[in-house]
């Protein structure tokens, strides 16, 4: 079945520092690949998204490139800053109508 | 804001005991997901509706249930509660079945003891 691997946290970065969240997926077909954000004791919400190869979903500073030979969907900003802290999910979408996989979230902890 | 709001926010329940979470999809979205989130886990699929119908189910026993009104708004029921099922549950909203997002509510943080 579908399945999504993330690294592990807490990721723990000064403000200024880059920024890479690792993710890869395991999936039948040709997924759409979301990076969410969830802030403590709210919702997600979707910070970007790439729905076919070679896309490259971008927000707020942070990207994301689909790649298809690595099954890869890795997360990077070239700048974080405090206000970034939270807990990163990245997920696919699969062959199941609008349904996600996600993987077990990373926490990034930007400090002054 | 998304629009999709979830009803109540916090609950506290005892084992055994049932409980219904409501959610309120975007306007002019016919399907709603749900999704368990357990402590330090990502999300978990357990059902999706479309257009009143299960259109979907994730790994969940019978005891977890759900409906779709006509307006799209949805509930999720769970019968005879276990101290496992203390998570955050999560309602999500789409244009359609097949679209490509979906957009979450601010979640139900669900706590049995």
């Known amino acids: 079945g579908d399945s999504v691997t993330q690294m592990e946290g807490p990721v723990t970065l000064s403000e200024e520092a880059f920024l890479t969240i690792n993710c890869t997926y395991t999936?039948?077909?040709?997924?759409?690949l979301f990076w969410y954000v969830q802030y403590p004791g709210e919702g997600l919400q979707l910070l970007l998204k790439?729905?076919?190869?070679?896309d490259k979903g971008s927000n707020k500073g942070f990207e994301a490139t689909y790649r298809k030979e690595t099954t890869s969907f890795h997360l990077e900003k070239g700048s974080v800053q405090v206000s970034d802290s939270a807990v990163y999910f990245c997920?696919?979408?699969?062959?199941?109508?609008?349904?996600?996989?996600f993987g077990k979230g990373t926490m990034l902890l930007v400090s002054p | 804001e998304t629009g999709v709001t979830q009803s109540p926010t916090h609950l506290i329940k005892t084992r055994g005991q049932q409980v219904t979470l409501r959610c309120s999809s975007q306007s002019g979205h016919n399907t709603v997901s749900w999704y368990q989130q357990a402590l330090g886990q990502g999300p978990q699929f357990i059902f999706q509706?479309?257009?009143?119908?299960?259109?979907g189910r994730g790994n969940f026993p019978p005891r977890f249930s759900g409906l779709q009104f006509p307006n799209y708004s949805s509930e999720l029921n769970v019968n005879a509660l276990e101290l496992d099922d203390s998570a955050l549950y999560l309602c999500?909203?789409?244009?359609?079945?097949?679209?490509?997002?979906?957009?979450f509510g601010q979640g139900t943080r669900l706590t049995v003891v």
């Open positions: 997920a696919l979408r699969g062959l199941r109508y609008s349904t996600l996989t």
């Open positions: 790439a729905t076919k190869a070679d």
């Open positions: 999936a039948t077909g040709y997924p759409s």
């Open positions: 509706y479309y257009r009143e119908e299960e259109n």
């Open positions: 999500a909203s789409s244009f359609d079945r097949g679209a490509t997002e979906a957009f």
